[in-house]
């Protein structure tokens, strides 16, 4: 199987204890997501591997994605930014999502080579495109800068 866009049943919310992965992410929130939010993800059932956009960047770091991949049971923060170069026009063909990698935080027992997560990394962010299962642009290209 390959990585997908989905909308997260509430089982699986449940199952992953995703209101505890927003909340870390989003102090303030009390515990639970606003109301009407509703989680997605990049996975792959197989690998046993997801994305989840957590948080966005605010002022000088308005670019700045901080993502959640969740891989056999570890949690990794991944910091990532939109590069320069990428559209800033809905309409732009072909539209452009240009990553640069700014951090990798995994517990120091996770056991996968960088290179591993690297490549896993752009395998997710090339699925999610342009904002995973909440809404894709036709004729997206993804490339990267690491």
Known sequence: ?????????EEDVKKYDLD???????????????????YTWTIDKEKNIFLIPVASGREEY??????????N???LTIKIDLAAESSSMLSDTPFKRIWELVEVCQPSDFSEPRE?????????LTTYGYRGADRQI???IVKFKF
């Open 1 to 9: 199987m390959a990585f997908v866009n989905e909308f997260v049943s």
């Open 62 to 71: 308005s670019n700045r994605v901080t993502c959640v991949l969740r891989w």
């Open 116 to 124: 591993k997560v690297i490549n896993i990394l752009k395998e997710t």
């Open 20 to 38: 505890k992965i927003f909340d870390i992410y989003h102090p303030f929130s009390n515990g639970q997501p606003p109301l009407g939010f509703r």
């Open 73 to 75: 049971g570890t949690r």
């Open 138 to 140: 036709s004729n997206t």
